[in-house]
């Protein structure tokens, strides 16, 4: 089976889908490899570490043109699309659920896709889980990046020129991004408060030393372990009982989402206004519309002296690391969809029956 590796070409895109190592490992079960030259650069990954790991290094439009899978991180575009064919089998992220035009498209042109952001969260498929390999790293660098923009440090430090108090570092959202994030502010010294409409997230965030801001009366369903849109009355309370720490806090990271739908707005323009001079948000949901009214896609905005960083999970990406592991979760799924070579198309089986999108042309899944 012929496997093609495309660079990532989105702005700001550091990653790539394979690494060397891996390459070599499915090398070694028999898959052949074709790398687009310079995929790996931004990963450090040397065209030269591809070819030593035994695969060949070639154009955009030969890869399209050689391998029968194509695998990339970021959804695949129009420009992607005008060299894919039917018999292609293509695997991403591909967020079919907010992006039907994009699905429609795949179908269109006969080809098959499966979307590495449908993978279901059982326990089995957590080594194929990508949201949980790259949402972590995410998470982790959302408090670096937020460190780094901040005027003050973390930890509580004396001096004999006198005592620093820890910042204050407020969390929205305690998914995968979320606990990352905890667990690194907290390692750097920071107080840290979260907050989730999920119920369950008040032990998990408490089991890492930080401290649970709860809604009071949340009735709020969760689906699949996924959180559900906010009531409009939820909102309002999560406001009553999140602003004093949000109006005192150094630091707020925001992760929150909802599969499929704009992520939540969880903090207004009027709710800035209160924040604290010199404080810092760093919205990781911006892409998908932002949790803060004011936060713009790959831009800092400073309003009333707060600095709002707009960013995601592709732009925060820690690049070689989110490869490595993205190699490792696109490894874990080829082998778990194939058998000698070819693929066993089991639909009874959840994980396949989750992430095949688009068969042969017909779209599965909306
Ligand atoms: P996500 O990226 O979809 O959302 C991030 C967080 O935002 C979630 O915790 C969500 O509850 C929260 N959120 C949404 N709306 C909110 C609002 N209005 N106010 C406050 N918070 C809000 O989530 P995720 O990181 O992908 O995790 C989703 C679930 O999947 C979690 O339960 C996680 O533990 C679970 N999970 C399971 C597995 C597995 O079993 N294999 C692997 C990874 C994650």
């Given at each position: 089976?012929?496997?093609?590796?495309?660079?990532?070409l989105?702005?700001g895109?550091?990653?790539?889908?394979?690494s060397?190592?891996?390459t070599?490992k499915?090398i070694?079960?028999?898959?052949?490899?074709f790398v687009?030259?310079?995929?790996?650069k931004?990963?450090?990954?040397?065209?030269?570490?591809?070819?030593?790991a035994?695969?060949k290094i070639?154009s955009?439009?030969?890869?399209?043109?050689?391998?029968q899978?194509?695998?990339?991180?970021?959804?695949?575009?129009?420009?992607?699309?005008?060299?894919v064919h039917k018999r292609h089998?293509?695997?991403?992220?591909?967020?079919h659920?907010?992006?039907?035009?994009?699905i429609k498209?795949?179908s269109?042109k006969?080809a098959?896709a499966f979307?590495?952001?449908?993978?279901?969260r059982?326990?089995?498929?957590?080594?194929?889980?990508v949201?949980?390999?790259?949402?972590?790293?995410?998470?982790?660098?959302?408090?670096?990046l937020?460190?780094?923009k901040?005027?003050?440090?973390?930890?509580?430090m004396?001096t004999?020129?006198?005592?620093?108090?820890?910042s204050?570092?407020?969390i929205?959202?305690?998914g995968?991004?979320?606990?990352?994030?905890?667990?690194?502010?907290k390692r750097?010294?920071?107080?840290v408060?979260?907050?989730?409409i999920?119920?369950?997230?008040?032990?998990?965030?408490?089991?890492?030393?930080a401290?649970f801001?709860s809604v009071?009366?949340?009735?709020?369903?969760?689906e699949?372990?996924?959180?559900?849109?906010?009531?409009?009355?939820?909102?309002?309370?999560?406001?009553?009982?999140v602003?004093?720490s949000?109006?005192?806090a150094?630091?707020?990271i925001?992760?929150?989402?909802i599969p499929?739908?704009?992520?939540?707005?969880?903090?207004?323009?009027e709710?800035v206004?209160?924040?604290?001079?010199?404080a810092v948000?760093i919205d990781?949901?911006?892409?998908?519309?932002g949790?803060?009214?004011?936060?713009?896609?790959?831009?800092?905005?400073?309003?009333?002296?707060v600095?709002?960083?707009g960013?995601?999970?592709?732009?925060l990406?820690?690049?070689?690391?989110?490869?490595e592991?993205?190699?490792?979760n696109i490894?874990n799924?080829?082998?778990?969809?194939?058998?000698?070579?070819?693929?066993?198309?089991?639909?009874?089986?959840?994980?396949?029956?989750?992430t095949l999108?688009?068969?042969?042309g017909?779209?599965?899944?909306?």
């Amino acid at each position: 089976m012929k496997i093609g590796i495309l660079k990532e070409l989105q702005k700001g895109e550091n990653r790539v889908s394979l690494s060397p190592f891996i390459t070599k490992k499915l090398i070694e079960k028999g898959f052949e490899i074709f790398v687009e030259k310079n995929a790996g650069k931004n990963s450090l990954y040397k065209d030269e570490d591809f070819i030593e790991a035994g695969a060949k290094i070639t154009s955009r439009e030969k890869v399209f043109e050689t391998a029968q899978v194509l695998i990339k991180i970021n959804p695949f575009n129009e420009e992607d699309l005008k060299l894919v064919h039917k018999r292609h089998i293509l695997m991403s992220q591909l967020f079919h659920k907010s992006s039907p035009k994009l699905i429609k498209a795949i179908s269109e042109k006969g080809a098959t896709a499966f979307s590495m952001d449908a993978m279901p969260r059982i326990s089995r498929a957590q080594d194929m889980d990508v949201l949980s390999s790259q949402n972590n790293l995410a998470g982790y660098k959302a408090v670096i990046l937020g460190a780094y923009k901040m005027t003050k440090i973390f930890p509580l430090m004396m001096t004999a020129a006198g005592t620093i108090t820890p910042s204050k570092v407020l969390i929205y959202g305690v998914g995968v991004a979320g606990l990352q994030a905890i667990a690194t502010a907290k390692r750097l010294g920071a107080v840290v408060e979260a907050t989730d409409i999920r119920t369950e997230t008040k032990e998990q965030t408490e089991s890492l030393g930080a401290k649970f801001i709860s809604v009071e009366n949340n009735n709020e369903e969760s689906e699949g372990g996924y959180a559900k849109e906010a009531s409009e009355d939820y909102v309002k309370r999560q406001k009553e009982a999140v602003n004093k720490s949000l109006f005192e806090a150094d630091l707020v990271i925001t992760t929150a989402n909802i599969p499929g739908k704009k992520a939540p707005t969880l903090i207004t323009k009027e709710q800035v206004d209160q924040m604290k001079n010199g404080a810092v948000i760093i919205d990781i949901a911006a892409d998908q519309g932002g949790n803060c009214e004011l936060s713009v896609l790959n831009d800092t905005i400073i309003h009333n002296g707060v600095k709002v960083v707009g960013t995601s999970i592709s732009l925060l990406s820690v690049s070689t690391n989110a490869s490595e592991l993205y190699a490792k979760n696109i490894y874990n799924f080829i082998i778990h969809l194939t058998e000698d070579l070819n693929f066993k198309w089991d639909l009874e089986e959840e994980i396949t029956n989750e992430t095949l999108i688009v068969q042969d042309g017909v779209q599965r899944k909306k």
